[in-house]
C-alpha cells in the first residue's frame, strides 16, 4: 500500500512469486506429515546414536547432522530437536558447547540454499531460468560449495574460545549448581511403525521431483513437452507424498495441521508474499535508478552482491524472501550468471543478530554459559564460524560456477 500510494503500479498476479509460495506450502505439508508419522523424531534419534558413539567428533559431526537435515527438509528448523542432544554430548566429553552449537546453527541454515525443494532454491531456480542457468546447474555448485564452506567453518568454530574447564562464566555457574550433568542416552524411545515408511516416501518424493525437473531442464531436454512445469510438478509430488503418509499413519487429517513445522512454515510463507512482493514491486518501479546505481560499484566487484545479501537477511528472516528481494535487482543491473548463483548462498546469514528462533535457542540451551552474548550485540560465537563459512562457500562458488555454466 505504501508503494501505490508513492505512485508505483503493482499487479499481484506478476508482481507475487506465487510458484514460490506453492511450493513453500506443499513442501512444508509434507514435512508435517514426517513429523505427524514420528520421522523426524526417527531421525533426531538416529542423530543421538551417531553423536553419542563418536563424541570426540561432536563439532565436526554436528553441523554435518544439521546440512543433511536441513538439506532434506528444505527448512533449518529441523535443528532445534539436535540442538539439546549436541550440548548434553560436548558436557560428556568436556568440550565447549559452543564449538559445536555455533557452527552447527550456521550449518542448518546454510544448507537450505543447497536444499533441492526449499523456498529458496525454487527462488534462485526462478530467477535465472531466463539467464540459462538450469535447476542441476544450480545443485551442482551450490550443494559442493556450502558443504566446503561449513567444513572449514567447523574447524574455525573447533578453535573457538578457551576450553570449557578454564572459562569463568562456567566455573561460576558451576559453584551455583546451575550446570546440569550430562545425561546417558533415552533408553525410552519407541519407533512408531509408520516412522520409516514414512521417511522412504518422502525420499522417493524427493527423487522424483528432482528427476522431473532435471529431465525438464534446457540442460537434459530429454522430455521437451512436459505435462507441467517443474514447479508444479514438485507441488502435486509433495502434496501427494503428503497424502500418503498422512493416511499410513492413520490419523484425523486435522493433526497435520498441528504439528508446529506447519505453523512454522506457514507463517513463513506469509511472510515471504509481503517481502517479496514489496521487493519486485520496488524493483520494477525504479529499475532506471537501480541500473544506474549498480552500474558504479557492484558490476565492477561483483562479489559486493554477497556483503549485500550478507546485511540483508538478518533484517528478512528468509532466505527466499532475501533471494527474491535483491537478485531480481543483481539481475537488472547486469551482473554475470556466475556472480548471481556464487553470492546467493550469503542470503543464509541469519545469525548475525543474536536474535533469530534457532540462534536464541542454542544459547538457551547451554547452561554452561558458554554459548552466549557478550558486551556487544555481534560479540557471540556464531559471528566468526558463520562469517568464515558463508565467505568460504562464495569464493568456492565463484570457482565452481565459472566452471559449470
Known amino acids: 500500500m505504501l508503494l501505490a500510494a508513492t505512485g508505483l503500479s503493482t499487479d499481484p498476479t506478476k508482481d507475487v512469486p506465487w510458484s514460490v509460495i506453492g511450493i513453500i506450502m506443499c513442501v512444508i505439508t509434507a514435512i508435517s506429515s514426517l513429523q505427524l508419522a514420528g520421522a523426524m523424531d526417527f531421525l533426531v534419534h538416529l542423530t543421538e546414536k551417531l553423536l553419542r558413539k563418536h563424541p570426540k567428533q561432536i563439532t565436526y559431526l554436528s553441523p554435518l547432522v544439521t546440512y543433511l537435515l536441513s538439506m532434506l527438509a528444505g527448512t533449518g528448523h529441523t535443528a532445534y530437536s539436535v540442538l539439546p542432544v549436541i550440548v548434553d554430548v560436548a558436557k560428556s566429553n568436556r568440550t565447549r558447547p559452543s564449538r559445536p552449537l555455533s557452527i552447527a546453527v550456521v550449518a542448518s541454515q546454510v544448507a537450505v540454499c543447497a536444499s533441492p525443494i526449499s523456498a529458496a532454491t525454487v527462488a534462485i531456480t526462478a530467477i535465472l531460468t531466463p539467464l540459462h542457468v538450469g535447476y542441476l546447474q544450480i545443485l551442482a555448485v551450490v550443494i559442493p560449495a556450502t558443504f566446503i564452506g561449513c567444513a572449514v567453518g567447523a574447524v574455525v568454530a573447533s578453535h573457538q574460545g578457551c576450553e570449557l574447564e578454564d572459562d569463568p562464566v562456567y566455573q561460576e555457574r558451576m559453584k551455583k549448581g546451575l550446570v546440569s550433568e550430562p545425561t546417558a542416552m533415552s533408553a525410552e524411545y519407541h519407533r512408531?511403525?509408520?516412522?520409516?515408511?514414512?521417511?522412504?516416501?518422502?525420499?522417493?518424493?524427493?527423487?522424483?521431483?528432482?528427476?522431473?525437473?532435471?529431465?525438464?531442464?534446457?540442460?537434459?531436454?530429454?522430455?521437451?513437452?512436459?505435462?507441467?512445469?517443474?514447479?508444479?510438478?514438485?507441488?502435486?509430488?509433495?502434496?501427494?507424498?503428503?497424502?500418503?503418509?498422512?493416511?499410513?499413519?492413520?490419523?484425523?487429517?486435522?493433526?497435520?495441521?498441528?504439528?508446529?513445522?506447519?505453523?512454522?512454515?506457514?507463517?513463513?510463507?506469509?511472510?515471504?508474499?509481503?517481502?517479496?512482493?514489496?521487493?519486485?514491486?520496488?524493483?520494477?518501479?525504479?529499475?532506471?535508478?537501480?541500473?544506474?546505481?549498480?552500474?558504479?560499484?557492484?558490476?565492477?566487484?561483483?562479489?559486493?552482491?554477497?556483503?549485500?545479501?550478507?546485511?540483508?537477511?538478518?533484517?528478512?528472516?528468509?532466505?527466499?524472501?532475501?533471494?527474491?528481494?535483491f537478485m531480481p535487482a543483481a539481475v537488472a543491473i547486469g551482473l554475470s550468471k556466475v556472480s548471481l548463483l556464487a553470492c546467493y548462498p550469503a542470503v543464509s546469514n541469519y545469525y548475525l543478530f543474536p536474535t533469530y528462533p534457532t540462534t536464541v535457542a542454542a544459547i538457551e540451551m547451554d547452561d554452561t554459559g558458554s554459548t552466549r552474548v557478550g558486551k556487544f550485540v555481534l560479540d557471540h560465537p556464531f559471528v566468526i564460524p558463520g562469517t568464515v563459512s558463508i565467505a568460504v562457500t562464495v569464493g568456492v562458488g565463484f570457482l565452481l560456477a565459472s566452471l559449470i555454466l
Request: aromatic share 8%; with cysteine; glycine share 6%.
Open 192 to 325: 512408531p511403525s509408520s516412522a520409516v515408511p514414512a521417511l522412504w516416501i518422502f525420499i522417493a518424493a524427493l527423487i522424483i521431483a528432482v528427476a522431473y525437473s532435471a529431465l525438464t531442464s534446457e540442460q537434459v531436454g530429454l522430455v521437451t513437452n512436459p505435462p507441467m512445469s517443474a514447479n508444479g510438478a514438485i507441488m502435486a509430488v509433495m502434496m501427494a507424498a503428503a497424502l500418503i503418509i498422512t493416511a499410513l499413519t492413520r490419523k484425523p487429517f486435522k493433526n497435520l495441521v498441528e504439528q508446529s513445522t506447519f505453523k512454522a512454515g506457514m507463517t513463513a510463507a506469509i511472510c515471504i508474499l509481503g517481502v517479496a512482493w514489496l521487493g519486485i514491486a520496488f524493483v520494477n518501479g525504479h529499475i532506471g535508478e537501480l541500473q544506474a546505481a549498480g552500474s558504479g560499484f557492484i558490476s565492477h566487484q561483483p562479489w559486493l552482491l554477497s556483503v549485500v545479501l550478507y546485511l540483508a537477511a538478518p533484517f528478512l528472516y528468509s532466505h527466499a524472501a532475501t533471494t527474491m528481494a
